[in-house]
């Protein structure tokens, strides 16, 4: 199973909403919504951001949200802060029972 | 509230193996699945499969087969990752990650065990 598809870096400025987008195929993302995303700050573990494609855990802000469209999942950050640099992954689970990740997305807040 | 806490670094030698802790609190191990991902350097995320902590029936990703394995000590909430033959290719972060109402639902991780082999 390939991994999934993310642009390896997004920028915006404070205050500005930007989008991540995460391209799987019709054996994953297409084809189940089970999509999650993850934070990661350097030297720290991921975190859990939006799960089953647009599902917030308790206590993850209401300025990440998420979405899917086909073969393509979104994460959508509004209104940009500077703690929100940080690397951001996808994942979902496929066809053939396993768990594929995106290859990681680097925001920056200019 | 759920914690996973993981063993400390590692170095080993190439050919040798490491066993990984992951002691769970907060929540009762057997209850939710426990996934293991790596991390090498300055890459992404790469599940390397799960352990059904209610049967003790673990499912290895593709690549990953042979060398693995995924146990658990219910009696102290641990789940264990131990790699055999090490080589420099496998030095990475290993972390531990629960899944929540299916494996593939990773919610909480460790803070990650980074494991280094060199000669």
């Known amino acids: 199973q390939s991994a999934l598809t993310q642009p390896a870096s997004v920028s915006g400025s404070p205050g500005q909403s930007i989008t991540i987008s995460c391209t799987g195929t019709?054996?994953?993302?297409?084809?189940?919504?089970?999509v999650s995303w993850y934070q990661q700050h350097p030297g720290k573990a991921p975190k859990l951001m939006i799960y089953?494609?647009?599902k917030r855990p308790s206590g993850i802000s209401s300025r990440f949200s998420g979405s899917k469209s086909g073969n393509t999942a979104s994460l959508t950050i509004s209104g940009l802060q500077a703690e929100d640099e940080a690397d951001y992954y996808c994942?979902?689970?496929?066809?053939?029972?396993?768990?594929?990740f995106g290859g990681g997305t680097k925001l920056t807040v200019l | 509230q759920v914690q996973l806490v993981q063993s400390g670094s590692e170095l080993k030698k190439p050919g040798a193996s490491v066993k990984i802790s992951c002691k769970a609190s907060?929540?009762?191990?057997?209850?939710?699945?426990m996934n293991w991902v790596r991390q090498a350097p300055g890459q992404g995320l790469e599940w390397m499969g799960y352990?059904?902590?209610?049967?003790?029936?673990?499912r290895y990703a593709q690549g990953f087969t042979g060398r693995l394995v995924f146990s658990l000590d219910t009696s102290v909430s641990t789940a264990f990752l131990q790699i055999s033959s090490l080589t420099p290719e496998d030095t990475a972060v290993y972390y531990c990650?629960?899944?929540?109402?299916?494996?593939?639902?990773?919610?909480?991780w460790g803070q990650g065990t980074l494991v280094t082999v060199s000669s």
């Open positions: 990650a629960r899944g929540v109402s299916g494996y593939y639902r990773i919610d909480y």
């Open positions: 907060g929540y009762t191990l057997t209850t939710q699945a």
């Open positions: 352990i059904n902590t209610n049967t003790g029936n673990p």
């Open positions: 019709s054996s994953d993302i297409g084809d189940y919504n089970f």
């Open positions: 089953d494609v647009t």
């Open positions: 994942n979902s689970y496929t066809i053939n029972t396993t768990v594929v």
